[in-house]
């Protein structure tokens, strides 16, 4: 295993002491947690599933692979999701920290991810012992071939949309080569603007694949569209050779999503109002928020969807964050998802609605 990075978030620890400070009190736009009710629904389900004495099924129970497989046709268009190669996880983050191991990367392999990126992409490539690789140029990496490519759209941190022409380069650079491409597409529903790539668009999605899911593997959760990240519920999907490799080893190691959760999630996953209500929530804060950055003096970049505005003064991306401390403001430093967000913050917009007004009220 290479060496870990210490861990980010220890060294904002100061600047939200300071913003702790204020008179009216801390407001968080630092982690991209939901602080909005779990929907009643789910919660429901998830109680009545609660006597569960036996193991619950590595592979999810058939109800939830058909439930997701139904999302993925009717939400997503695609249109070749199978149940079968539905594998439920214990949260996205364990998956992405585990999945190079899992598929047997190590030394001498290659984990390639975006320039700006969720760090934990790199994280998993150290676990593996592999080489973590930032960049978003494949044509640059030269003759060695990756083991797997991270594609993230919408992105976190900073909400771009990759065009589907941009996804299908990708998919077909890294058939010809044999790599597997991963798709994090934990955002795919919290779009608020049309920008210049349109809609986002899932790596399975037949524009993008020409219709085979073979080398393609998306990632999706339910903790931001849902408000389950307590729970820790989401699913893996798309090359049904590579998702039973992944469900025999999880096999072994006992990697299993509680029952009740399971069930809790095949009703999520059945249900399109909950999420509608909740994006109707965000954009009411996002644009909030956004309108008194700009008026404070930030400019937004990208920002077309997922759950951050990402915002800079043409400053290091610290002095801003110290800035908005003395207001009482916490968020994150871009330099956290790579060198390239030096002089950019990520701002979330998962506060409460009286939070998010305080927010803008100090601006």
């Known amino acids: 295993m290479r060496t870990l990075p210490d861990f980010p978030w220890d060294r904002l620890a ?3 002491e300071i913003a702790a400070g204020h008179p009216g009190g801390l407001v968080d736009l630092s982690v991209g947690t939901p602080v909005d009710p779990t929907p009643e629904p789910i919660r429901r389900a998830l109680c009545e599933a609660a006597d569960a004495p036996g193991y619950p099924q590595t592979h999810g129970t058939p109800a939830l692979r058909e439930a997701v497989a139904g999302w993925l046709r009717r939400r997503l268009g695609v249109a070749g999701a199978d149940p079968a190669a539905v594998l439920p996880v214990i949260g996205t983050k364990e998956l992405v920290a585990w999945l190079p191991t899992l598929l047997g990367a190590g030394p ?11 760090p934990t992409y790199d994280v998993g490539a150290r676990l593996a012992g592999a080489e973590p690789v930032a960049s978003d140029g494949l044509l640059s990496l030269g003759p060695v071939t990756p083991k797997l490519v991270w594609v993230n759209s919408p992105s976190n941190p900073t909400g771009r949309v990759l065009p589907a022409e941009h996804l299908r380069k990708v998919v077909s650079w890294a058939r010809e080569r044999g790599a597997l491409v991963v798709s994090d597409e934990c955002y795919i529903e919290l779009v608020w603007d049309d920008g210049p790539a349109g809609r986002p668009v899932s790596i399975l999605h037949p524009d993008v694949c020409g219709g085979t899911h073979e080398g393609l593997l998306a990632i999706h959760s339910l903790s931001k569209r849902s408000n389950l990240a307590g729970y820790r519920a989401g699913f893996v999907t798309g090359d049904p050779a590579v998702v039973g490799r992944l469900l025999e080893v999880r096999k072994h ?4 999503v509680p029952a009740p959760v399971q069930a809790a999630m095949t009703v999520a996953y059945g249900d399109d109002a909950h999420v509608d209500e909740q994006w109707a929530r965000y954009a009411r804060r996002r644009e909030a928020l956004r309108t008194a950055l700009v008026r404070h003096g930030f400019r937004i970049d ?3 969807a997922s759950l951050y505005l990402w915002a800079t003064r043409d400053e290091s991306c610290w002095d801003t964050v110290a800035h908005l401390a003395e207001l009482g403001i916490s968020v994150a430093p871009g330099d956290f998802y790579g060198p390239a967000g030096a002089r950019h913050v990520r701002v979330a917009f998962t506060a409460t609605d009286e939070r998010v007004a305080a927010a803008v009220q100090r601006l």
């Open 14 to 16: 100061p600047y939200k």
């Open 108 to 118: 001498g392999d290659r984990v390639v991810f975006p320039e700006l990126a969720y």
């Open 253 to 256: 190691a006992g990697m299993i």
């Open 302 to 304: 990208h920002s077309e």
